[in-house]
């Protein structure tokens, strides 16, 4: 099956600084990435839509200036958690499409923000 | 039995009874239904999924059921193992230019030896 992955899989960091992880599709073309969140003992929440080579779509009530995507190539996406504070401190999923419909996700990101 | 937990319900079976967990979606437009599973620290992992113009759908153990009329979804695991323990979610995906995953609150499935 299709392979996901996401770096870094856990980061820690001090507040207000900022963290970048990636998202690759591995063996195919993602014409599409989704980026979620998930807090403990909760559901996913989708924060953002990333299609390769234009601006991320946002849902309501993610603030796009904190949440930067961007979505480069056919394979990556990056998602950069900038002035991190302790509120931000969540498990991070990204997901990718690609010609077909099934979405296949990467095995997350824990950050946590000190 | 079932319980409410403070944000996840759980379901309790003994190993190798069968497993009902259900799902009510929201949106009546929705056309493409997946269930994940989801271990602890990982992301979601693929099940089953079934489109809106079918009611049933089965795989290796695991059988899907949509209701439309009470926009209502099940996935049946047949002989529960202990391997299934993990919180199962449902999605709902609107088939438009976004294929935007709206996921439900999840079920903890735990299986009993």
């Known amino acids: 099956g299709a392979v996901v992955s996401q770096h870094p899989s856990w980061v820690i960091c001090k507040s207000g600084t900022s963290v970048k992880i990636e998202c690759r599709s591995l063996d195919f073309q993602a014409t599409t990435m989704f980026w979620y969140r998930q807090f403990p003992k909760q559901s996913l929440m989708l924060m953002a839509t990333s299609n390769e080579g234009s601006k991320a779509t946002y849902e309501q009530g993610v603030e796009k200036d904190k949440f930067l995507i961007n979505h480069a190539s056919l394979t990556l996406s990056t998602l950069t958690v900038t002035s991190a504070h302790p509120e931000d401190s969540s498990f991070y999923i990204c997901?990718?499409?690609?010609?077909?419909?099934?979405?296949?996700f990467g095995p997350g990101t824990r950050l946590t923000v000190l | 039995g079932e319980s409410v937990g403070l944000h996840l319900p759980t379901l309790s079976v003994q190993e190798g009874d069968n497993s009902i967990i259900n799902c009510a979606y929201s949106n009546s437009a929705s056309d493409y239904f997946i269930w994940y599973k989801q271990e602890s620290g990982k992301g979601p992992q693929f099940i089953i999924d079934i489109r809106s113009n079918m009611d049933k759908r089965q795989g290796q153990r695991v059988t899907v059921l949509l209701n439309k009329t009470v926009k209502h979804l099940s996935l049946q695991i047949a002989a529960t193992q202990p391997g299934d323990s993990a919180v199962y979610f449902c999605?709902?995906?609107?088939?438009?230019?976004?294929?935007?995953?709206?996921f439900g609150s999840g079920t903890r499935l735990l299986v009993r030896p």
């Open positions: 997901s990718a499409r690609g010609n077909l419909d099934t979405q296949y």
């Open positions: 999605a709902e995906i609107l088939m438009d230019s976004s294929y935007k995953l709206i």
